[in-house]
């Protein structure tokens, strides 16, 4: 089955740097890469999603790229804010799997002022 | 819309006493899931239903755990008898599409469990 690997688990930056978390997938056949962002003690939301017709997306602060080659598909913040601190989770599923979404194991954010 | 409405938000019970949490999903939303959250695991995936009909309860740890969807707006996960390592967060989110594809999961505020 799909195995999804998140790296780094914990990044520190400072308030207007970018941050970058990398996640790598085992199914070749996966072909949708949700990310979502959970706050301390609140549900997981989705934030941006990338499909694999496509190799990159953008909205405001927030990019994804994806490497189908490699397996692999990356999570771009730039201009962080303390506000972006949270959990953020990458996530991987193929088509007609009826939406069996698996998780990478999570990266702590913490972006200090 | 209300969201995903999950019930108790905490839990607190002994080990060996059945535990039963609640779920009610988006209105219109025809997949539901149940999901645990550990620190040693992350998120893992329980069980899923497609129009009430479990598809996929691979990630169902045991017996002691149950789920049933009786109809569209309501699930329960049940965990009978309950131990200490059951204690995490148990999230259920639904979507709108078969695939997750077309359709992100909406998550509900979970339920913390405590068993002591």
């Known amino acids: 089955g799909e195995n999804v690997e998140q790296h780094p688990s914990t990044l520190s930056v400072q308030e207007g740097d970018s941050a970058v978390i990398k996640c790598t997938y085992s199914?070749?056949?996966?072909?949708?890469f949700p990310w979502y962002k959970q706050e301390l003690g609140k549900r997981p939301q989705l934030i941006i999603d990338?499909?694999?017709?496509?190799g990159e997306k953008k909205d405001q602060r927030i990019a994804v790229t994806l490497n189908k080659t490699a397996k692999h598909f990356s999570l771009h913040i730039t201009e962080t804010q303390p506000e972006d601190s949270a959990v953020y989770f990458c996530?991987?599923?193929?088509?007609?799997?009826?939406?069996?979404?698996?998780f990478g194991q999570g990266t702590t954010l913490q972006v200090k002022p | 819309d209300a969201g995903v409405i999950q019930s108790p938000r905490h839990e607190v019970t002994e080990m060996g006493q059945e535990v039963t949490l609640r779920c009610k999903p988006i209105?219109?939303?025809?997949?539901l899931f149940w999901y645990r959250q550990t620190m040693m695991r992350g998120l893992e995936l329980l069980i899923y239903?497609?129009?009430?009909?479990?598809?996929?309860d691979s990630g169902m740890p045991e017996d002691r755990f149950s789920a049933k969807m009786p109809n569209a707006s309501f699930s329960t996960l049940k965990i009978q008898p309950s131990e200490p390592r059951d204690s995490a967060v148990y999230f259920c989110?639904?979507?709108?599409?078969?695939?997750?594809?077309?359709?992100?999961?909406?998550f509900g505020n979970g339920t913390r469990l405590t068993v002591t």
């Open positions: 989110a639904s979507s709108l599409g078969w695939s997750s594809y077309n359709s992100p999961l909406h």
């Open positions: 199914d070749s056949a996966s072909n949708y």
């Open positions: 990338i499909r694999s017709n496509v």
């Open positions: 996530a991987a599923s193929r088509r007609g799997n009826t939406g069996k979404l698996i």
């Open positions: 209105s219109g939303h025809n997949s």
């Open positions: 239903f497609n129009n009430n009909v479990p598809i996929d």
